[in-house]
Structures are given as C-alpha cells and as structure tokens.
C-alpha cells in the first residue's frame, strides 16, 4: 500500500470528454508533482506544486490543467486529449520540494480512444 | 541538458547471485541521486537516497554507491531474490529554477530466477 492515493486506477476517454485525475496525501508534505509515464519509459515531469503554488510546468499542453486546492490534494483536469497522451500518470509528493525523496502513488492508467 | 544512463537495459540472474545495476549521469551539480524500483503496472518505490556529500548509502541487501565526479552511481544487490524482480530506475535532483526537479534514467529490467 502506498500513502499516496490516486484515484481513478483506470480511465477511458474519448477526445471530446473532460475528466480529472485526483491525488492525496496525509503526510503533511509541502511538494506534489505530476508525472507522465509511457510504456518502457522513464517517467517525466509534468507540474510541480510547492507550498499550493505552481513552480514547474514542463512546457505542458493546456488540454493538461492542474490544481492543487489545498497542501493534501492534487488534481489534473483532463480536456481534448489526443491518442498519444494515453499513458500512466503518476503523481508523487515530498515534505519539501528540494533534497527530499519522493513518495509515489499507482498511478492512473488512462486510454485516450 | 542532464541526461542519465543505466546499464545494462535488461538483467536476468539466478536466484542468489549478487549483482550491481549502473547508472550514469553527465552535469555533476546534482542535489543528491535516488534510486527506485517498480513493479509492472505500479508507481515507484524509493529505495535508497544519496546526498551529494555522500559516496555511498545502505539498507538491508541493498547498497548504493556515488561518484560525483565522474557521474557515476552503482546500486549493489546481495543474494538476490525472486522477489527482488522489477523495473530499477535511478533519478539525479537538478535544481530547476523554483524548485528542484528530477531527472529520471532510462531503467534495468532485472528478472531473478528461481
């Protein structure tokens, strides 16, 4: 078990749809990330929020929109995706965000029909 | 530009064999270097954390070495196990400008055999 949370596992969508992706935590960090992950690939970064403010973003298309309401959840609104973001998301948090190991969720698998 | 290596792609050994999984990076000026493992269809698992002060780190069977100066991190397996097969990624944290960001490798593929 993992002591982050990531909810849906899995998601079909179609191009037209519009779906989120949710992540929490309850270990008090300060630093959440999304990741995109594809088959056989090392994961990459997406967004990073540090303290609830935006820090890095990866030059990611705006049909990706994150938020992060408050220091526990995560959330990537999902709009117009296209067949090559199908992927695994991965969201990851850390107490701070510099020269602190990361803690990852599962991951939500998502299809992009 | 950070780009990091691991060597060998793929692994297959033995159950019991102790064996040492390579990765390389090429901009030194890293904050420390973690190393993971993932299970297919999983996220990832920190193993073990090195600061860049540090040569090398320990826990359990595992063993994780660093050489900052010439970019290079050794991860070391003892008597390796059937359930010690999975993906290993190593990731070196760059300072990214807000915030620090990592930089993941391209993985070993290790399969231990019973």
């Known amino acids: 078990d993992t002591e982050v949370t990531q909810t849906p596992k899995h998601l079909v969508m179609g191009m037209t749809n519009k779906k989120s992706l949710k992540c929490e935590q309850h270990m008090g960090h300060r630093a959440m990330y999304w990741y995109k992950q594809k088959a056989k690939k090392p994961p990459e970064l997406m967004f990073v929020?540090?303290?609830?403010?935006?820090?890095i973003n990866e030059s990611v298309p705006s049909r990706f929109s994150p938020e992060c309401p408050n220091s526990s959840l995560l959330n990537l609104h999902l709009h117009a995706l296209q067949p090559e973001d199908s992927a695994l998301y991965l969201c990851?948090?850390?107490?701070?965000?510099?020269?602190?190991?990361?803690?990852f969720g599962d991951g939500t698998r998502l299809s992009i029909l | 530009k950070q780009e990091v290596t691991q060597i060998p792609a793929a692994l297959s050994v033995p159950e019991g064999e102790n064996l040492v999984l390579n990765c390389s990076f090429t901009d030194s000026a890293i904050y420390n270097l973690q190393w993971f493992r993932q299970d297919p269809g999983k996220g990832l698992t920190s193993l073990l954390l090195?600061?860049?002060?540090?040569r090398e780190q320990t826990s359990g069977r595992l063993n994780a070495s660093l050489d900052k100066s010439s970019g290079r991190s050794t991860l070391y397996i003892a008597a390796s196990q059937p359930g010690d097969s999975a993906t290993y990624l190593c990731?070196?944290?760059?300072?990214?400008?807000?915030?620090?960001?990592?930089?993941f490798g391209t993985g070993t593929l290790l399969a231990v055999q019973p």
């Open positions: 990851a948090s850390s107490q701070g965000a510099v020269n602190q190991p990361q803690h």
């Open positions: 929020y540090s303290y609830e403010k935006l820090s």
């Open positions: 090195i600061q860049s002060s540090q």
């Open positions: 990731a070196v944290e760059n300072y990214g400008g807000a915030t620090n960001k990592l930089i």
